[in-house]
């Protein structure tokens, strides 16, 4: 491990392409001198986290996946519905971070308010009621599903249909600044930001941020 630490980015669903699209818009986090980051895949995960059930199903294989890697310095949990968040902060001293929780924070420093790209309905529930728990609901514009899984998400081609979606959350709900409500969106931020004039945020990247501000300032004695 380097000296200054390393964080494990866990992509709870078994998908390899989710977890190597991240691992790419990780890239620009990667510094000389930083911690290192180590992007893995959850292999007994489902291949997208897209319901209740599958947030139940992964929650106590994350939380075995960070006991085993005591190795590392924080962990990131990249999934938007953060699962198995509580549970694995329980499971150890060392700071976890669940990308929703990092994103939404990240973007209330951009914006006023937020626009949420969804998978789904099912999604949007489950986001939701997070968001309630978080009391930040006074500052959601809206959210607004892609109707795709996570695994076209990922692919260049569902491009348009975020930007369809990304518009009407601009234009319709007056959002200010865009969450992308996927692990799996990540390879689009750029060129989203670019179609829309709006700040985007990728929440694996904001959890990865945190984690670095985590590592670092315990690594200084600060």
């Known amino acids: 491990m380097s000296a200054t630490g390393r964080i494990l980015v866990i992509n709870p669903n078994s998908n390899p392409e989710v977890t190597q699209g991240f ?24 291949f997208g986290v897209e319901t209740q059930e599958h947030v139940e199903q992964v929650t106590l294989p994350l939380r075995r996946l960070v006991l085993a890697r005591g190795d590392v310095s924080a962990y990131v949990i990249a999934c938007y519905s953060d699962p198995g968040l509580a549970v694995c902060r329980e499971a150890t001293s060392k700071p976890v971070f669940g990308i929703q929780e990092s994103g939404i924070l990240s973007a209330m420093a951009r914006g006023e308010q937020l626009g949420v790209i969804a998978l789904g309905p099912k ?13 930040v609901m006074d500052r959601i514009a809206g959210e607004r599903p892609l109707n795709l899984s996570v695994a076209a998400a990922e692919r260049p081609e569902a491009f348009a249909r975020l930007v369809e979606i990304a518009k009407e959350l601009r234009d319709l709900d007056s959002a200010d600044v865009l969450i992308l409500g996927c692990a799996g969106m990540a390879r689009h931020r750029h060129s989203l930001e670019e179609a829309t004039g709006l700040p985007v945020i990728d929440p694996v990247q904001a959890a990865t941020a945190d984690a670095m501000a985590s590592v670092l300032l315990a690594r200084s004695g600060v």
Not at 123 to 135: D, E, G, K, P
């Open 23 to 46: 691992s790419e818009a990780l890239t620009p986090l990667r510094l000389v001198g930083g911690p290192e980051i180590e992007c893995v895949t959850l292999e007994e995960g489902p």
């Open 123 to 135: 999604s949007i529930v489950r986001h939701m009621r997070y968001l309630r728990q978080m009391a």
